[in-house]
């Protein structure tokens, strides 16, 4: 299967710089010894204007959005949060009222999810405001949820909606309805799942965040596992039949859980709000989508490169 551009860079020019903890740069975050039987979690997400958001999206969501996504790389470990370094590269005249409702959104989800800024950097830039984040979390030692561990057998499980940062980024354009804001909100403000990452500990085989593309990162636990996937398009959970499924499970930004679990797990998974989407199976790499009949639809792009 073939790798998206930005995965070949990162393997060619920053995988030799890896070292102990860094997983070989193919997890969701770094672990590290840490303090009293724990590990240390690591991460971090850019986010540009115009790329990762859109340009007039409102200052409040900004910093909460770069929280939440890295909350989510720490979610798919089974990570609980610790603090985290901010980093802002800010256009020319970004003014002080602009700065008071981003860090007033920042303190409203700090609260809420149980984190708090380390430190970080700020400078100014001729290019479009990004915002950097690095966050720290911690596992119980060696309760770290990986990418590697799905075997032929199991069943891969998703959290939430699948496609709806696809539908949020529409709705958030006005490209789609979306009578009660929920899938404009929702594009702005993803939901990290670190609740359901930390009872998925001992369950989940193998699991990761869908960022790019359910297809796509689907893709990235079977190179992990040394298996393939298939996928029954029907079983997805949507928030619109009336979307194409093709878009939805390609489509990038829904950071929620993809996991393998063994098929003995099916109840635990089922509790947790997880919807059965597939089974991995011996072979190659390689993800497909069947639809009820059986047939292949997998789409020839299956998800987001960013370079
Ligand atoms: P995610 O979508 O889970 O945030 P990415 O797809 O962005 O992960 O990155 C894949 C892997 O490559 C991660 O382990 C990440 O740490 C690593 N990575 C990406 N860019 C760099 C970089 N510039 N230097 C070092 N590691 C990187
Ligand atoms: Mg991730």
New binding site residues.
Partial sequence: MALPA??GL?ARH?AP??GPGA?A??????LLPGPAGTELVL???ALVAGVHFLPDDPPGTLGRKALR?NLS?LA?MGAEPLGYLLTLALPPGTDDSWLAAFAAGLAEDQAAFGLHLLGGDTVSTPGPLSLSLTILGRVPAGAAIRRTGARPGDEAWVSGRIGDGWLGLRAARGEWPDPDGRLARRYRLPEPRLATGQALRGVARAM??V??GLLQDLGHLCRAGGCAAVVEAACIPVSDRAAPVAALATGGDDYELLLAAAPEDAARCAALGLARIGRFTAGPPRVTMVDEEGRDITPARLGWS?V
């Fill in positions: 930005e995965f990162i920053f710089l890896a997983l740069l193919l997890d969701d975050a770094a991460a971090a997400d996504v790389d798919a990761m965040d960022s790019d960013h």
